[in-house]
């Protein structure tokens, strides 16, 4: 193909691309209005919808009054993390500490048995280091939160049971059992005294730990490898709810939004691809074009595209470019954010990743507004969730004479790491929101220790009523 034919072609497939990624304003109200009525079919039955809208039987935010001692286990990974943290109340700060363990491969797909003999194993460890700081007062039992990021179906605030193994774990025995009474029996076999007070997944832990520093917190979202969202639900606006309704009228609804799915999501060729070749086809479509895991899959299925069809890297096709997931989303946020004039960072990438030796500047500009597209299309989506929330909540006008504050949470390496991804899904909010923007917030909560299980710990305690009394 002659070079000026080539360039055109690779132009052509970039313009469809940007066409099919296309996010305009009227096509995110439209997914935000479908997350709302996907909420509300989530939360009038079980299987309602493809968001599962999970009740967290958390009804019991943190206010930061709580004090005393209290531990936590967050475990969604190759590593757990333990730590403590000592609460004193309004006037004082929080003294923490943690540890972090990685898991030995051979554990992770061993038996439930020896999986939490390990866990209870560091944790007991861990508290026989508890020093100066750090008081329990007599008589009373400690008191720890547990961070279990695979799927639970929650039975109460302190008991679920697996139901999948994700991440690399595969351990047959603890699937269907209540991952709660693993860990006891596994605690008690060391002879560790400790009650497990809260069973959270991480996305409530993000929204509890956002609630403690400020009360206006009404929603947590993670966009990390994956992405969900939890808020807090008015109890009588959950119909699936069968039980007494809590004291404090509220629920925290974890809603499993990577699930979401919707007509007006623009999906291309290459999303559907990537679905269908997934270990999870026709689930987390959401998911699939907002998360880190997968932002960078999608650059490389269009590269391989222009380099089959329009000879994008020359007469050969890189070997490397076929590897699915060999480029990772980190790579691709250092070529977006490249300002040196020749592009030196997209330059060195390729070279690195996929051997492609030489590369022009016009190659590597190509491959910037690529990267731009995808996670401009990522942030727009991710946006539009948010505004779907917020209409769920009401929060999306701004009523006369009130001056409610609606605040975010939000936690993730790709929000975090990510900053033109951060920056356009701020200014995309904020676009939808129009003169509602004054009240609503978007607000970093780093929960990357899991602080907020041990938050609600304390705020769902066995001694709560002792101290109340």
């Known amino acids: 193909m002659k070079s000026s034919g080539r360039w055109a072609k690779a132009e052509a497939i970039l313009r469809e691309l940007e066409e099919n990624c296309g996010a305009h304003t009227a096509k ?16 009038a039955s079980e299987g309602g919808s493809k968001l599962k809208m999970l009740i967290s039987y958390v009804d019991n935010l943190p206010t930061g009054d709580e004090k005393g001692l209290f531990y936590a286990l967050d475990l969604g990974g190759t590593n757990f993390r333990v730590m403590r943290v000592q609460l004193g109340g309004k006037e004082s700060m929080i003294k923490q500490e943690f540890e972090e363990v990685s898991i030995p491969p051979h554990l992770m797909v061993g038996s439930s048995h020896e999986l939490f003999d390990f866990i209870a194993a560091a944790l007991a460890k861990f508290v026989a280091t508890e020093g100066e700081g750090f008081h329990l007062p007599a008589g009373r039992q400690r008191e720890i939160g547990f961070t279990f ?19 690399g774990f595969l351990i047959e025995d603890a699937v269907g059992e209540d991952v709660v009474g693993e860990l006891t029996k596994a605690m008690e076999r060391v002879g560790l005294d400790m009650r497990v007070t809260a069973l959270v997944n991480d996305t409530v832990g993000t929204l509890a730990g956002g609630r403690y520093d400020n009360p206006d917190v009404v929603a947590a979202v993670i966009l990390g490898t994956g992405t969900n969202a939890a808020y807090v639900e008015r109890a009588h606006a959950i119909p699936k709810w069968q039980g007494l309704l809590p004291k404090s009228g509220e629920m925290v609804i974890n809603m499993e939004w990577g699930n979401f799915r919707s007509s007006h999501l623009p999906l291309t060729e290459y999303d559907q691809s990537l679905d269908a070749e997934s270990l999870n086809p026709g689930e987390q479509i959401f998911e699939k074009i907002i998360s880190g895991m997968y932002l960078g899959e999608i650059v490389r299925r269009v590269l391989c595209k222009m380099a089959e069809e329009a000879d ?6 890189p070997p490397k470019l076929k590897i699915p997931f060999i480029l990772r989303t980190p790579d691709m946020s250092a070529m977006h954010h490249d300002t040196s004039s020749d592009l030196k960072v997209v330059g060195s990438k390729l070279k690195d990743i996929l051997e492609v030796p030489n590369s022009s500047l016009k190659m590597r500009k190509m491959i910037v507004e690529l990267c731009d597209i995808v996670a ?13 929330i917020l209409k769920k909540l009401g929060r999306d006008t701004v009523k006369e004479g009130e001056k409610q504050k609606s605040v975010i949470a939000l936690d993730g390496g790709l929000f975090e790491h990510y900053t033109k991804f951060r920056n356009c899904m701020e200014s995309t909010l904020n676009e939808l929101l129009g003169e509602v923007t004054e009240t609503v917030i978007v607000k970093h909560s780093n929960d990357g220790s899991g602080i907020g299980a041990a938050l609600l710990a304390a705020s769902h305690s066995q001694y709560l009523e002792v101290e109340d009394s």
């Open 149 to 167: 990021s695979f799927p639970v179906r929650q039975l109460s605030l302190a008991s679920g049971t697996l139901i999948k193994w994700t991440k």
């Open 312 to 317: 994008f890297f020359g007469n050969d096709i």
């Open 28 to 43: 995110l109200r439209q997914v935000a209005d479908a997350m709302t009525v996907e909420m509300h079919a989530g939360l």
């Open 376 to 388: 401009s299309r990522g942030a727009r989506l991710a946006a539009a969730g948010i505004l779907g």
